[in-house]
């Protein structure tokens, strides 16, 4: 009785010559799903692919940091704000040149509570990315550039002092 072919390449056998093959296939099946808007789903199958680049010889390379950054995309839409940042990061990591990462790890930043040194952090990261973003995007990067920088200068990060710490 011949078997049929594995549907999902995760639960193909790792043979170490294909590893690259599959994360791709991964990568396929989670934007797909992301296309979809089925998060979840996408977010399994960006984790399936990066946990083959961890369990295999392969290193970090600029050629994961878009399921790096992928993953951070679906975060975002399911507002994971700090998983969206960490996976941000990891895909500039990976790739410093990768304008999306950059672009991601500030718009997690921005959607999380206003805190100074995310509003830093962010405007810092939008900055990045519009220096390394296609001329067709940089009107959406400036615009979040000067949302940041606002969100920054008026201050909206500060914390009041409870009552208690106010001098009388």
Partial sequence: VASSPPS????????????PSQIMSLKTLGNEAFTSADYPLSITHYTSALSLVASSSLTLSPLYAPIYANRSAAYLATKKWVKASWDAQCAAKADPNYWKAHWRHGLALMSM????????????????????????????????????????????????????????
């Fill in 8 to 19: 999902d390449p995760s639960d193909t056998p790792s043979d170490p010559s294909d590893i």
């Fill in 113 to 168: 509570a206003p805190r100074i040194e995310r509003s830093q952090t962010a405007v810092d990261a939008f900055r990045r990315a519009r220096e390394l973003c296609p001329e067709g995007k940089r009107g959406e990067v400036d615009e979040m550039v000067a949302r940041a920088e606002t969100r920054l200068r008026e201050g909206k990060d500060r914390v009041p002092m409870p009552p208690q710490c106010q001098q009388s």
